[in-house]
Each structure stands twice: as C-alpha cells, then as structure tokens.
C-alpha cells in the first residue's frame, strides 16, 4: 500500500506542478511558496520542475526507505500529504474554474 500512496503523491505532485505553472502563464495566481517563488523567478519554469522535483523526489524516497522501521507512521504521513495536496489541487481547480468564468 506505500508503493500506491508514493505513486499517487508523485502524481498529485506533478498536477500541483501543473496547476501553478498554468495559473501563473495565464496571470491568474502567485506562487505562495517564497522558496518556489524565487526559484520561478531566478531559474524559470526549468528550474521549478527541476527543484520540485528533486525536493518531492527526495522526500518520497526517504519516505519509502522507513516504511519498514515505521510503517505505520509513514502511511499516516503518507495518506496525509495526499490529502493536504489533492486539498490543494480541489482549490487550483476551483480558482481556475471561476477565472475562466470571469467570476475572480
């Protein structure tokens, strides 16, 4: 089950990616993330899909290497993140959807 939790993570991670790179072509939003936001600023759309995805990468890995010493906690941690982050991809979706509607 952590293979399928990592695998959905890294999904939800490139739609969240995705979802910023559009919002911010199109002048809707700003990248909340100060440390994303530099990154965008000083490295480009390059160097955010980059940096993302080795940050992301790196964190996934880790994860997948404790899953035996404490699986429990790394499912909880797990089934978290995707919560937290199709939370936010519900909310790129929903504020994209009014911005094309000429609601924002």
Do not use: C
Request: hydrophobic content about 60%; glycine content about 8%; cysteine-free.
């Amino acid at each position: 089950m952590t293979v399928v939790y990592l695998i959905i993570l890294l999904i939800l991670n490139l739609l969240d990616a995705a979802g910023t790179w559009y919002a911010l072509s199109v002048n809707y939003g700003i990248e909340a993330n100060p440390i994303m936001a530099f990154v965008i600023v000083h490295f480009g759309w390059i160097g955010f899909f980059i940096f993302k995805a080795l940050l992301v990468g790196s964190a996934l890995i880790w994860l997948y290497k404790l899953r035996h010493i404490h699986p429990t906690a790394i499912k909880w941690i797990l089934f978290s993140l995707i919560v937290v982050y199709g939370l936010n991809i519900g909310y790129q979706i929903v504020g994209l959807v009014f911005h094309l509607k000429g609601l924002v």
